[in-house]
């Protein structure tokens, strides 16, 4: 089986795939790795992001933040 036979069968594959089971959505996916995984949603019924997640995003907006003022402020 050559490469190009191979894709093309693996394409129809995941076609099939996803025809068949509409729940599995790549934005569904998306939300169930960001969701605090103790209490996914709070009272109200809204959405809860993970802690650590959120807490790895502002330490890395920091720090690009931090990089792109010393780039651009040269003494």
């Known amino acids: 089986m050559n490469a190009s ?15 068949r ?3 599995e959505r790549i934005g ?7 969701e605090d995984p103790l209490k996914p949603r709070d009272a109200l019924g809204r959405f809860r992001v993970n802690p650590i997640l959120l807490l790895l995003a502002v330490v890395f907006a920091l720090f690009f933040g931090t990089f792109l003022f010393f780039s651009v402020v040269q003494s």
């Open 5 to 19: 036979t191979q894709l093309d069968e693996m394409h129809d594959r995941l076609i099939d795939f996803h025809l």
């Open 21 to 23: 089971n509409r729940k």
């Open 28 to 34: 569904d996916v998306l939300l169930v790795w960001v």
